[in-house]
């Protein structure tokens, strides 16, 4: 089991590093906590991080302020190093200089891998590319940086099947949203389309391509590999 690190860098204990701390652990105001902020806006015992199959879990436990990641709510997050973790008025930087130093190496090997010299760590999520512009109102870091997050692996047939079930919901819902959109009202009718400008529309369309993936990969694995 990894142990982890977690760096302060806002708060009353800015400039702390809490390593080799061993999952499970809890962040909050009192003592108990494996990591302990001193914040009246942090709840007693504010988050929960565990692991589970390798993976590190953020879960925050019913908080009265709640808990971000990268500027995000959350209720659970599977966390990746270089995250941030804003808890009250608190700051942490998930993973030690070493880890965030390698993870960058990681990435800029990436880079040069990629084609033309750059990676859309985005794109298969919203068509952004990494250094692309970005509209005004995606100011925040994305909550996963490094691209969506992989379907859960070793899944029993009732488990897939339930997934399936959950996904393919979601997208028939996505779908009528869509077909509404496109929709032009007849005389006298009192709907009315919804207006979105054409970079948004492309993002939806490409939230229902993705879970359309989605579905294609968790039925056939292989076909990751095509």
């Avoid at 199959?53 to 925050?60: A, E, F, K, N, Q």
């Avoid at 919203?126 to 995606?138: I, L, P, W, Y």
């Avoid at 897939?160 to 869509?178: E, K, Y």
């Amino acid at each position: 089991m990894a142990l982890l690190t977690f760096q302060v860098l806002e708060g009353m204990e800015r400039g702390r590093v809490l390593a080799d701390l061993l999952p499970p652990i809890t962040i909050g105001r009192e003592e108990d906590n494996a990591v302990q902020l001193n914040d009246e806006r942090v709840s007693r015992f504010h988050a929960k991080v565990q692991e589970d199959g390798g993976r590190v879990i953020l879960t925050d436990l019913e908080s009265t302020n709640g808990t971000r990641v990268n500027g995000h709510p959350i209720q659970m997050h599977v966390l990746r190093i270089g995250d941030q973790v804003s808890i009250g008025r608190c700051l942490l930087l998930f993973g030690s200089a070493d880890e965030i130093e390698q993870h960058i190496q990681e990435r800029k090997d990436l880079v040069k891998e990629s084609p033309g010299g750059t990676i859309s760590f985005e794109s298969d999520e919203f068509g952004f590319s990494a250094g692309g512009s970005r509209d005004a109102d995606e100011d925040l870091p994305r909550l996963f940086p490094d691209g969506p997050p992989e379907l859960p692996g070793d899944l029993m047939p009732l488990q897939v099947a339930q997934t399936s079930d959950l996904l393919a919901h979601l997208h028939d819902r996505l779908r009528s949203v869509i077909e509404a959109g496109k929709s032009t009202p007849t005389e006298g009718d009192e709907k009315q389309p919804f207006k979105m400008d054409w970079a948004a529309w492309q993002r939806l369309l490409q939230l229902e391509m993705d879970i359309a993936t989605y579905l294609k990969k968790l039925i056939d694995p292989s076909s990751d590999d095509e």
